[in-house]
């Protein structure tokens, strides 16, 4: 394809004070006797007129010195990590990464690469797809122009996800996950050949660490409707390299369905996702998965309580149980188990036992305190606390109402003693 310079559409489609920054961005560059581009999402969204602002921008050069310059006329906070020649600016509601252009070989498969500074062209080569190894320069005298050496517009308008090299997967095979994110997101499809190595080099998904798989599932778990990622990865067997119990069918999409309606901010949401993920596995199953996976304590705890809750569905199927039952059976888990299992419950009634118990039953106290209890001559100790949940206990069943009511059964304990 011809060279072409994007300037006219990055004015018409990005806000007005991202073009203003690239343009001063750029100028600084030029300034310092270095190169600068926008590079990877940003640069795909723009051609397929999808809004994306989270710029990642590519210096060939130094690119913590030039953050540091722009960070400053811009009263922007820097964060740096040297080691990896990186910076991030933010601003307002602004983040923007600037990345030292790398070149990057690996020793071995799933190995990670090592790494040297390099040009552009060395930076894109070691990019995942080639509709994500395309870079417009901002430098002044070249603003917009594309460069685009492995044909992504190409791709772009095939709608094709296709890997650079034959290698690529088993390189880093995380990659198989994002070849599958990108294709079911923009509903593209990936390129033949590169399925064939996909398939090929599943079993390379084993020399890549447990940390860096979960990160891959929770940007599955972010996309707009996972389920269809996870289809896919099902169809292909590469959810079975997660766990080979993982199903992704038609229930785990209506569950999914059900989790959207919620309209929960994350996390929330994506773990809700994984809970009903899970959902069907056993104890040992999961356990073996969050083993690998290196879950973080609060997730695991959902999970384990959504298989804790879930485990006691027969009982809470029971019609017209008492809500003294429900609550006794309901408390205490992570607040997201439940709503998993009212999503996820085979039982209509079980399902409406759990909502009365998240929405009502859990917020159900006595009127009389500990304090209270001690005036009217019970003994303090563990004593107080068993009149307590007899109490609540008569307030869940709707057998006292108020203060006074509470007051008589306490009196009529203390005489049964
Ligand atoms: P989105 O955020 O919309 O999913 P993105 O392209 O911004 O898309 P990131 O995960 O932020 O995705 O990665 C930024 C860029 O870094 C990608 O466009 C890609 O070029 C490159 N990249 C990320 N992960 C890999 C990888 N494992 N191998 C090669 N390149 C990668």
Partial sequence: MANINLSKLLGEQLPVDIINFMKKAGEAAEKRQQ???V?????????????????????EGDAIKLAHAIAASKKAKATVHTRFGTANLKWANRSVDFITARAETYARPGALPTVRPGAISDDLARRDFTVNAMAIELNPRHYGEVIDPFGGRQDLDKKLIRILHKKSFSDDATRIWRAIRYEQRLDFKIEPETLRLLKWNIKMLKAVSGDRIRHELELVLKEETPEKQLARAGGLGVL?????????????????????EKNLPEPAQSRLYLALLCYRLNEAELEQLMKYLRLPKTTAQVLQD???????TKELAAPG??????????????????????????????????????????HVKPALSGKDLEKLGVTRGPRIKEVLQKLREARLDGKVASKEGEREIVRKHIKSL
């Fill in 321 to 362: 149980l008492a809500p003294s039952v429900v609550y006794r059976l309901l408390h205490v888990y992570n607040a997201a188990a439940y709503i998993a299992n009212s999503i996820g419950a085979d039982s209509e009634t079980a399902a409406e036992h759990i909502e009365l118990y998240l929405n009502v039953l859990r």
């Fill in 39 to 59: 590079v990877g999402g940003v640069v795909r969204d723009l051609l397929l007129g999808r809004c994306n602002t989270d710029l990642d921008l590519v210096v």
């Fill in 306 to 312: 959504t298989l804790a809750i879930k485990d006691k």
């Fill in 35 to 37: 190169r600068l581009y």
């Fill in 240 to 260: 079975a390299a997660l766990h080979p119990a993982l199903k992704a069918d038609d229930w785990l999409a209506e569950t999914f369905a059900a989790v959207r």
